[in-house]
C-alpha cells in the first residue's frame, strides 16, 4: 500500500487521538475514583471507534457518488469562487475561534467559569459516576455525534481515501486503522493506568488539564490550516 496515503492518514488519526471524545473522556473515565472499571473504559472506547467506522462508511459510500460532479463543479469559475469564500471562512474562523493571546485565554477561561459547568462540565461528571452499560454507551455516541460537526481531520482521511481509491476492501481496513488509532493512546494510557495504579493519577490529571485547556486551540488550527488549502487551490495557478 503506498506510503503516501498511510502517513497522512496515521498523522490525521493521531490528531483525531486527542480530541475530547477520543482522549479527554478516556482520561475521565481513568480518573474515576477507586479501581479504575476497565470493562466500562473498553467499551466507552469501542462504541467511539465503531460509530466513527460506521460514520466513516456512509461518509465514503456518499462521497464517491458526489466526487465526479462536485469536481466538475469545482472546475468552474463560480465553483473557484465558492471554494475561495468557503477557504476565507474557515481561515476567519480559525483565528477567531479561540483567542490566541494569554491574555484572551485568560478572559476565555473566566467567562467559562462564570458560567458555571458547561457541556464538558456534565460530561465530566457523566463519566466519572456510576451507571449502566448502556449510559457509557449513550456517552460515547452523543460524544462522536456532537463532534462530527469539527471532525475536520477525520473528512480530510475520507477526502484521501475517495481521490486515492484503493479499493473497497483496503478502503475498510483503512479506516477500521484510522480508528483504532485514534483510540490507541488511551488504550495505553488504559493499560499503564491498570498496572500501575494510582501511581499514574497525578501524570493522568495533568495530561487531561492540559487537553481541557486546549482541546478548542487544536480545532481552531485545522480549520485554519484547511481554510488555507481551499483557498490555496481555488487560486489560479499562474
Not at 14 to 24: A, K, N
Not at 25 to 43: D, F, I, M, N, S
Not at 130 to 145: M, R
Request: proline content about 6%.
Amino acid at each position: 500500500m503506498d506510503i503516501a496515503l498511510l502517513l497522512p492518514l496515521a498523522g490525521l488519526a493521531l490528531v483525531d487521538s486527542t480530541s475530547v471524545g477520543t482522549l479527554v473522556l478516556p482520561l475521565w473515565l481513568l480518573l474515576a475514583p477507586g479501581r479504575v472499571r476497565v470493562a466500562r473504559v473498553l467499551l466507552f472506547l469501542g462504541t467511539v471507534a465503531g460509530a466513527y467506522l460506521l460514520l466513516g462508511i456512509a461518509l465514503v459510500l456518499g462521497a464517491g457518488v458526489l466526487l465526479e460532479p462536485l469536481g466538475a463543479a469545482l472546475e468552474s469559475t463560480a465553483g473557484r469562487v465558492a471554494e475561495l469564500a468557503v477557504g476565507a471562512v474557515l481561515v476567519l474562523l480559525g483565528l477567531t475561534v479561540e483567542p490566541w493571546t494569554r491574555e484572551g485565554k485568560e478572559r476565555r477561561r473566566a467567562a467559562r467559569a462564570a458560567r458555571g459547568p458547561g457541556r464538558l462540565g456534565r460530561w465530566r461528571d457523566r463519566a466519572r459516576g456510576d451507571g449502566p452499560p448502556g449510559a457509557v454507551v449513550v456517552l460515547a455516541v452523543t460524544a462522536v455525534g456532537i463532534e462530527a460537526a469539527s471532525m475536520l481531520p477525520y473528512l480530510a482521511a475520507i477526502a484521501l481515501l475517495v481521490t486515492s481509491a484503493p479499493g473497497p476492501a483496503a478502503t475498510l481496513a483503512l479506516l477500521a486503522g484510522y480508528c483504532l488509532l485514534m483510540v490507541l493512546p488511551a488504550l495505553v494510557l488504559l493499560a499503564l493506568r491498570t498496572a500501575l495504579h494510582d501511581r499514574l493519577t497525578p501524570v493522568l490529571a495533568r495530561i487531561e488539564g492540559r487537553l481541557s485547556r486546549t482541546s478548542g486551540e487544536v480545532v481552531a488550527w485545522v480549520l485554519f490550516l484547511l481554510g488555507l488549502y481551499l483557498v490555496a487551490d481555488a487560486l489560479p495557478l499562474t
